[in-house]
């Protein structure tokens, strides 16, 4: 089992950058392919980026390419999300996820993630 717990999340301003961070518990974390995905106020969660075990492949929703950079460290069981060129549509609950997998194979829905974090709020001013 995984437990996640974000944190990195804070005000930021347009234009600027933070990054988040979602550190990891349980001995196999490197079998767990991992996910950042965000909620705001009012709309759904949507998936932001995701990164495979083995970290050899990475996927953005558009919304977000270009901008974000996923990334992890397994031998410190920690996935960071570095954002740059932040917009205030950024402003959201930002969740990291974990689904197992020792496959390159990238997941982007919801229901495909089994464990997840509690969110940390990220909130861009103009």
């Known amino acids: 089992q995984v437990q996640l717990v974000e944190s990195g999340g804070g005000l930021g301003q347009a234009g600027g950058s933070l990054r988040l961070s979602c550190a990891a518990s349980g001995r196999t974390f490197h079998r767990y392919g991992m996910g950042w995905f965000r909620q705001a106020p009012g709309k759904e969660r949507e998936f932001v980026a995701a990164?495979?075990?083995?970290?050899?492949?990475?996927y953005y929703a558009d919304s977000v390419k270009g901008r974000f950079t996923i990334s992890r460290d397994n031998a410190k069981k920690m996935m960071y999300l570095q954002m740059n060129s932040l917009k205030p549509e950024d402003t959201a609950v930002y969740y990291c996820?974990?689904?197992?997998?020792?496959?390159?194979?990238?997941?982007?829905?919801?229901?495909?993630?089994?464990?997840w974090g509690q969110g940390t709020q990220v909130t861009v001013s103009s």
């Open positions: 990164i495979s075990w083995s970290a050899s492949s990475t």
């Open positions: 996820a974990a689904y197992q997998s020792d496959t390159y194979l990238i997941r982007t829905q919801e229901y495909e993630y089994e464990y």
